[in-house]
């Protein structure tokens, strides 16, 4: 049984070192009680509400199945069908479902009304992504990483594109907390949010690992272990997309970036992906992504997180 210190996972800082490293573990064993066949029925009985304001494949897919293998179940809110869209308070809506069911996870737009939710709910709750931060995504990262690598304390993650998006905010809480060194590069303008970089390059000086920002991308990329990329227009953001494409053309993840990596790096995408733009064909498809085996290791992470908050 793990000694979990935390109750809602809204950020990676949620998540203690120690926390961390025992989810990856048994991310680890329950994947491979999947591959084996092997039942692991931590949560029979349990319920999980998923609400989604925004689209979602992965996310909504590996929650679902994950509640299943656990022996669980998981419901699919739509805002849409609830009272939500039609006035109902978020913290109305937080106490009576938690009235309900067990955990409660949100894909949403304002990173505070996950936080809203969460004071008023008397379960734990998982932030399934806002605008700022995505933290599942990121522990699934860390676990594709600690797999291939066999550590991640020391190793260099590079982030190349949009850093003031979730994904950015969420690798760098994740790279800081697992010891790794990060360095981000973005163009002007698109700069992690200060409250994110600041409390993280405090932490990173505490521990003594790097945390850098170049707006050269092959700079923030030379001996990079591990070259993190994401969609130049996020969900939400679609109206900017003309104007983005044309900023962040020199930010593009391709061989010639990848080639100024350390020799065996990794290439990360959380997806979904546009080939031609952030990535190219050539990087996304290659022999240095991980991508689809970062897709696959959401279940397992996820399981692992809703093993130590439900059960
Ligand atoms: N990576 C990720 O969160 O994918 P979905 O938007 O498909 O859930
Ligand atoms: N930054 C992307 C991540 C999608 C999983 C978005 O918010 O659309």
């Known amino acids: 049984m793990m000694t979990s210190t935390f109750n809602h996972v809204l950020t990676m800082n949620d998540i203690s070192k120690e926390d961390l490293h025992e989810l990856l573990e048994d991310a680890l064993v329950m994947k491979q009680q999947v591959k084996k066949g092997i039942p692991h029925e931590h949560l029979r009985g349990k319920t999980l509400g998923m609400i989604f304001e925004k689209a979602s494949t992965r996310t909504r897919i590996s929650f679902e199945v994950g509640m299943t293998q656990l022996g669980g179940h998981a419901i699919f809110l739509s805002p849409r069908d609830m009272q939500l869209d039609r006035g109902e308070s978020v913290e109305d809506t937080a106490r009576v479902l938690s009235r309900y069911v067990d955990g409660i996870m949100i894909r949403t737009f304002s990173h505070s009304m996950v936080e809203t939710f969460a004071d008023h709910s008397s379960v734990p709750v998982i932030n399934g992504l806002t605008d700022h931060h995505h933290p599942t995504q990121v522990l699934a990262d860390l676990m594709t990483i600690y797999e291939e690598k066999k550590q991640l304390d020391g190793l260099t993650m590079a982030f190349v594109g949009d850093g003031n998006n979730n994904m950015t905010h969420s690798l760098i809480q994740g790279a800081v907390l697992a010891g790794m060194n990060i360095q981000v590069s973005s163009p002007s303008g698109y700069e992690p949010s200060a409250k994110v970089w600041n409390e993280a390059e405090a932490k990173a000086a505490a521990q003594g690992s790097g945390i850098h920002f170049y707006s050269n991308p092959y700079k923030a990329v030379t001996g990079a272990d591990v070259v ?80 130590n908050l439900l059960a």
């Open 228 to 307: 993190v990329t994401d969609v130049w227009t996020s969900m939400g953001d679609e109206e900017e997309a003309a104007e983005r494409l044309n900023t962040f053309r020199s930010y593009q993840v391709n061989e010639a970036l990848m080639a100024k990596a350390a020799e065996g790096a990794m290439f990360l995408h959380c997806l979904p992906a546009h080939r031609g733009e952030e990535v190219t064909a050539e990087v996304i498809d290659g022999p240095q992504s991980h991508v689809f085996d970062e897709a696959e290791n959401r279940l397992h992470a996820q399981k692992a997180l809703l093993k």
